[in-house]
């Protein structure tokens, strides 16, 4: 075996060598990406799943949810700031939800899934209120996507957040 041939096998084994990395790296990016959209669904559904956790347990948390939405003129100032900081806490997370969309990192469908929970409760004073006083903490990019759900036809066929049809049913 001569010089030349010994070093094309060198470069034909180091090119093998070559492909083989970028096929592992690419295999590595690919796990990679699949982790990070697990970890923003992941993410995205716990900021809502909490809060429905916290209402779906707590007799005075929904009480005050419920009454913020539906009574927030009624409520005392420290009530207010109460229910307007919970309120904030939800929308910030919803923000967040909205930008990895935005990234691709979580799938739209998601996002808008979980945006129903503001077509749910968008024709209650107390979501227009909260809206309203805190809309420019946002940015202008999630606040167009808030504003086209409060466009949107609300579910009223969501009885819970009805006082009256649920006094009524008692």
Known sequence: MNWDAIGALGELLGAGAVIATLIY??????????????????????VIQALYQELGTNPQSSEHFLKGLTEYDSMSQPEQFQWLMLMHSWFI??????????????????????????????????MRQYWEQRKSFFQPEFVDWVEGLFDRKPLTDMHPYDRRASANKV
């Open 93 to 126: 997370g919803f923000q967040r939800s909205f930008f990895l969309s935005q990234e691709g990192t979580l799938d739209v469908g998601l996002r808008d899934s979980i945006g129903t929970a503001i077509i749910a409760v968008n024709h209650l004073p107390g």
């Open 25 to 46: 790296l690419a295999q590595q990016i690919k796990d990679s990406a699949r982790a990070a959209r697990s970890a923003a669904v992941t993410d995205a559904t716990n």
